[in-house]
């Protein structure tokens, strides 16, 4: 069965520093990967996206992340945290096959020290 | 204009009694879910229909029962509340692609279920 492991369920990084949240997923082809963020009392909003071609991609806010087949992993970065990105970061993939519904990782709650 | 909105936003309720969500997007979707997430962030998806057709019915008890009188709309009975009924649901819409193309979800804003 298709999974997704996000390392981490609190990182904490200071005001200005890299943010690097982790995702890896066990999938037999290579699926669609997704971010999403959740502010506080919010529903969550798509952040950024992987479907094919350029394997680094761009989302809003400044986040990025790239595919790594060899590795499965699809971490985010950004280069500088704001302490508006404090927030609930969830990846997900769809399967290969089936109903395609969003496979969601456990979510990891990023904290900015100011 | 919000996109995907549910009310109530709050609810709080005693076991035992029958309450019930709404939900409505604008966005002309054809696909609407309803997620539970749990006190710690856990997201479980429930159910899901297309253009007013069930298509996702996870292992969820049958308490709850989803009811879309249209694609624009999705709601969301329960009865007998118990304790662990507790958490926020989420509505959420979506476009339903060819293959694999279904990720992006809109999302409400959620509605907190407190069961006393």
């Known amino acids: 069965a298709q999974s997704v492991t996000q390392l981490g369920s609190h990182v904490s990084v200071s005001e200005g520093a890299l943010v690097l949240l982790r995702c890896n997923y066990s999938s037999s082809v290579p699926p669609y990967l997704f971010w999403y963020v959740q502010y506080p009392n919010q529903g969550l909003q798509l952040l950024l996206k992987?479907?094919?071609?350029a394997t680094l991609v761009k989302g809003i806010n400044g986040f990025e992340a790239e595919f790594k087949k060899s590795e499965t992993s699809f971490h985010l970065t950004k280069p500088s945290a704001h302490m508006s990105d404090a927030a609930e970061y969830f990846c997900a993939v769809t399967p290969s096959s089936g109903n395609y519904q969003l496979i969601w990782g456990a979510g990891t709650k990023l904290i900015i020290k100011p | 204009d919000t996109a995907v909105s549910q009310t109530p936003k709050y609810l709080v309720t005693q076991m035992g009694n029958d309450k019930s969500i709404k939900c409505e997007q604008n966005l002309g979707h054809d696909t609407m879910y309803w997620y539970k997430q749990d006190s710690k962030k856990f997201l479980k998806i429930m159910f899901s229909y297309n253009n007013k057709e069930l298509i996702i019915n996870e292992t969820v008890p049958n308490r709850f029962s989803p009811k879309s009188p249209d694609k624009a709309h999705l709601n969301l009975h329960i009865n007998s509340l118990e304790l662990g009924d507790s958490a926020v649901y989420f509505c959420a819409s979506s476009q339903r692609g060819v293959g694999r193309a279904t990720g992006e979800l809109f999302f409400g804003e959620g509605s907190r279920l407190t069961v006393l």
């Open positions: 992987y479907t094919t071609g």
